[in-house]
Nanobody
Framework: QVQLAESGGGLVQAGGSLRLSCAASGRTFSSNVMGWFRQAPGKEREFVAAINRSGGSTYYAESVKGRFTISRDNAKNTVYLQMNSLKPEDTAVYYC????????????????WGQGTQVTVSS
């Protein structure tokens, strides 16, 4: 069992930056692929980024590639999402997720979800 808690959301102007953090409980953090998803009002939840167990491989949605960076610190049981050059269309609730590459990236149906943190980008 993995419990996830996101933090770092807030209100930012377009062009600004935010860093989201996700703290995971349990001893199995380093055995999980970690990901970030987001859900905008009236839209379905969508994949944003994922990182493999060691942190050596990452994968991004085309809409955030070059602007967002996912990273992890296995010693701190934490995964991060650095978001730069934010746009109003990035406004959403951002969710941390955990699983394996198949569930997080291929199927976009992670085994575990956090509660989410709101990111609002004003124009």
């Amino acid at each position: 069992q993995v419990q996830l808690a996101e933090s770092g959301g807030g209100l930012v102007q377009a062009g600004g930056s935010l860093r989201l953090s996700c703290a995971a409980s349990g001893r199995t953090f380093s055995s999980n692929v970690m990901g970030w998803f987001r859900q905008a009002p009236g839209k379905e939840r969508e994949f944003v980024a994922a990182i493999n167990r060691s942190g050596g491989s990452t994968y991004y949605a085309e809409s955030v590639k070059g602007r967002f960076t996912i990273s992890r610190d296995n010693a701190k049981n934490t995964v991060y999402l650095q978001m730069n050059s934010l746009k109003p269309e990035d406004t959403a609730v951002y969710y941390c997720a955990a699983g394996n590459w198949g569930t997080v990236v291929a199927a976009k149906t992670p085994d575990y979800w956090g509660q989410g943190t709101q990111v609002t980008v004003s124009s």
